[in-house]
């Protein structure tokens, strides 16, 4: 009998020491879908971001600062620590995806102006336009993820009775607008990313 009970507290203990070792294994931990898709979209932008200075370096202008702007209709980004430090998921993702659509809107413009006008086109314009696609594109999955409905998008007012110059002087300040804007739009994600994150 005695045999019997010390064999029955054997076996419960392995079993005990086996749960134990089951509840120690490190498991990994399951990052959320938004998480992965942020993170895609910050990857994304930074990509964008070097395109975009590889399009500057092309151009007459490259290393100039332009002191004033002619496209009114470009997406301004506000970039101030007040504006970060209030950043909603909702809205700074719809504003996003906003911007990157008039982004490329202007881009496909310009193209056509530049075939219209026997002007080259460089191909990195277009990996540049296609760069906007794939993050737009990141961008309307994350909405859907937090079911926010896609924002309609307005088709900007583009100049007409351009000159050449205009034209050369516009295909430098769509890619300098952009690259700073992809500056901005990647802390901004970063902190998005960050308060997914959280919770």
């Known amino acids: 009998m005695k045999s ?20 120690s294994w490190s498991r990994p931990t399951h990052k959320c879908p938004l998480f992965a898709q942020l993170t895609m979209m910050v990857q994304q932008m930074r990509s964008l971001q070097m395109l975009t200075r590889n399009l500057q370096s092309e151009s007459e202008f490259s290393g100039i600062e332009l002191l004033e702007y002619n496209l009114d209709s470009l997406p301004e980004m506000e970039h101030t620590a007040n ?16 911007d990157l659509r008039s982004f490329k809107l202007h881009l496909d413009w310009l193209i056509d102006v530049r075939v219209s006008m026997s002007l080259p086109v460089s191909p990195k314009t277009v990996e540049v336009t296609r760069g906007l696609q794939h993050i737009s594109s990141l961008c309307s999955t994350a909405l859907q993820q937090i079911a926010c409905p896609l924002p309609q998008i307005s088709i900007p007012s583009f100049p007409t009775q351009l000159r050449t110059w205009d034209v050369v002087l516009l295909s430098y300040e769509i890619p300098e607008r952009l690259g700073f804007y992809c500056q901005w739009s990647t802390r901004v994600l970063v902190l998005l990313r960050s308060k997914v994150q959280g919770l």
């Open 4 to 23: 019997w009970l010390n064999s029955t507290q054997s076996l419960l203990l392995l079993l005990l020491l086996a749960q134990l070792l089951v509840l």
């Open 83 to 98: 504006h970060l430090s209030s950043l909603k998921l909702n809205d700074s993702l719809s504003q996003l995806y906003t």
